[in-house]
């Protein structure tokens, strides 16, 4: 049974927005810590930004002020606003969620192997 479906990705020019979605049950929406992680070529799985059960954001020190993590209850679904970006934000996205306390902080690639999920990942391509 898939759990977390992301959408949203796609190809824009250096300086350009995108907006990430990953669509959640109900039950993981509400008591999972959330996220999202981007796969860079070269480089391991990172964490992006995540979002707690109480709405608490942590983002990598590399997004600066750029993108912004949502959640709206309306549709159980997760969001990634992302603006300004760079041709280095390249890579496959993939959204986060898993049974543990986040308090604020990023979610932990462990939490989510030990209890969480993985969605499949969406590509985010950025042309100079």
């Known amino acids: 049974q898939v759990q977390l479906v992301e959408s949203g990705g796609g190809s824009v020019q250096a300086g350009g927005s995108l907006r990430l979605s990953c669509a959640a049950t109900?039950?993981?929406?509400?008591?999972?810590?959330m996220g999202w992680y981007r796969q860079t070529t070269g480089n391991e799985r990172e964490a992006v930004a995540s979002?707690?059960?109480?709405?608490?954001?942590a983002y990598a020190d590399f997004v600066n002020g750029r993108f912004h993590i949502l959640k709206d209850s309306g549709d159980n679904a997760m969001h990634l606003e992302m603006n300004n970006l760079k041709p280095e934000d390249s890579g496959q996205y993939f959204c986060?969620?898993?049974?543990?306390?986040?308090?604020?902080?990023?979610?932990?690639?462990?939490?989510?192997?030990?209890?969480?999920?993985w969605g499949q990942g969406t590509q985010v391509t950025v042309t100079s």
């Open positions: 986060a969620a898993a049974d543990f306390s986040c308090r604020g902080d990023l979610l932990p690639r462990d939490a989510v192997r030990d209890s969480g999920y």
């Open positions: 109900g039950y993981i929406y509400s008591r999972y810590c």
């Open positions: 979002i707690d059960i109480d709405g608490r954001m």
